[in-house]
């Protein structure tokens, strides 16, 4: 029988790491604005993650909203479901997400230090404090609800600006994912995994990602009767 050929898989996440870091990195360093820059960084990884995520991830950034009005505090990168979540709120430039919906929240900032750190676990418990509903669905067997998982949070960072986070990140991280591209850095949760910088990093952090996402399965399907109460029946 005739051996199948075979292609050098490491240089293919190589091809894809640096096709990534390309589109991420687009004209990013002409922008002299600190504002301006970051939100250049924002959309950047927003564009990259729609461009590589599975189609049933949704991603942007704004706000997540629970069913008696809570609101978080305002997300770089939000990662949620569309096609069970029947609603989104749009403004102008504004994106309000109903908490059932969400998936993951990630923070974009240029490096990676204690302050930044500590302000990304500060946005994830901003989210992880609204409540969410879990409403009944019809299946096979009969009637099911899906339990709560935890919203996974992370930091997207381009450098390292501190050794002591850099240690810290050895023995677990409160957030699930954390990125550093230049300084070669990737911690998942507790499971204390580096990645260094000889390794292609942005694909190992994209295939992590999608692991994890694949792990939560399907968000909860929200009890949409919680959100009708705001609504002025006598106006419908």
Known sequence: MKKPKKINIQKLFNALDYE???????????IYHPSAKGS???LNWIGLLRNYLPERYSVDSGFVVDHEGNISEQIDVIIYDRHFT????????????????????????????????DYAVKKLNSVK???RT???FVHI?????????DVMGGILTKENGSQ????????GSELSLVLCLDCGIKVVGKESILVQDKEPILAFFLLKLIEYLRMLGSVPALEVDKYLSFVDKEKV
Request: net charge neutral.
């Open 40 to 42: 250049e960084a924002e």
């Open 141 to 149: 067997l009969g009637k099911d609800k899906k339990e709560l998982f």
């Open 134 to 136: 879990s409403a009944s």
């Open 20 to 30: 990534m870091r390309q589109k991420l990195s687009s004209k990013i360093d002409e």
């Open 129 to 131: 404090h609204l409540k």
């Open 86 to 117: 029947p609603f989104i709120f749009r403004g102008e430039n504004i994106v309000y997400i109903p908490a059932e919906g969400v998936y993951a929240v990630f923070e974009v900032k240029p490096e990676l230090n204690k302050a930044n750190y």
């Open 164 to 171: 002591s986070v850099y240690e810290g990140l050895k023995s």
